[in-house]
């Protein structure tokens, strides 16, 4: 059962900028954005952190309705906020992480119990696909990208073969949680051109695999008007 520690709760509470200033630092190109499914859980934790601190005894459950993404890679992240705490901590940094690591396993649990919900519903939502062709025999990478949501709304196994991912995994998933941190600008900017104009793109980025590995790969874009929503749909090709 965890003590209470209404100090340290405080104190999470007020140096969260400074801790976020140091998990930067660490990350740097590869920190989620902001409205990364990564970073609400980040977000989720912070407050549950401090409010189990705050009252002790045995922590409520973690609160994660609507939180989507990939368990391990927020799991990841928030082990890296939790060594930037005790960063900042300094010498008494090893009790805050004694106070903080009774919270992350029955968290981690939390978010890969989400996780396998999120990919229950999208199994079932998966039968009829985005784009019928015979983009599946393919050589080329295949995603079609909904321009609204910038999630991933199709994908083929050169695809899934690529990223080292399941389909499921992959459908429903933000798109740029796949890129380096580094070319995320330069593929919001060619999926912004393809809201405005449907003349195709070409551009080169660098996609991530599920272990983190970075794949350099050359894109050709171009915009599909599905009866629901506007999609970018994209080829991409090993350099």
Not at 9 to 19: N, T, Y
Not at 64 to 78: E, M, P, S
Not at 90 to 117: I, K
Not at 147 to 167: F, I, K, S, W, Y
Request: proline share 7%; glycine share 8%; charged share 25%.
């Amino acid at each position: 059962m965890q003590q209470a520690s209404p100090e340290w709760s405080r104190w999470l509470v007020a140096q969260r900028r400074a801790i976020d200033r140091i998990l930067a630092e660490r990350l740097a190109a590869d920190l989620p954005g902001p409205s990364t499914p990564e970073s609400e859980a980040l977000r989720r934790f912070r407050s549950h952190a401090a409010a189990a601190l705050r009252r002790g005894g045995a922590p409520p459950p973690p609160s994660l309705d609507g939180v989507r993404g990939d368990a391990q890679r927020a799991g990841r992240l928030i082990e890296v906020w939790c060594d930037a705490a005790a960063q900042l901590a300094g010498p008494q940094g090893g009790e805050l992480r004694g106070w903080l690591e009774p919270l992350l396993p029955p968290f981690r649990a939390a978010l890969l119990q989400t996780g396998a919900a999120s990919r229950a519903r999208r199994t079932v939502k998966m039968g009829r696909r985005t784009v019928t062709s015979a983009i599946d025999r393919v050589g080329d990478a295949y995603l079609a990208v909904d321009l609204e949501t910038g999630e991933v709304a199709d994908a083929n196994p050169a695809a899934t073969a690529l990223l080292g991912t399941e389909r499921v995994d992959l459908l429903g998933s933000r798109a740029e949680r796949w890129l380096h941190g580094d070319s995320r600008d330069t593929w919001r900017a060619h999926l912004e051109a393809l809201v405005e104009s449907p003349e195709p793109r070409r551009f080169r980025a660098v996609w991530m695999d599920s272990l983190a590995r970075p794949l350099a790969v050359e894109i050709s874009a171009t915009r599909h008007a599905a009866r629901s929503r506007p999609l970018a749909l994209l080829l991409a090709r090993t350099l």
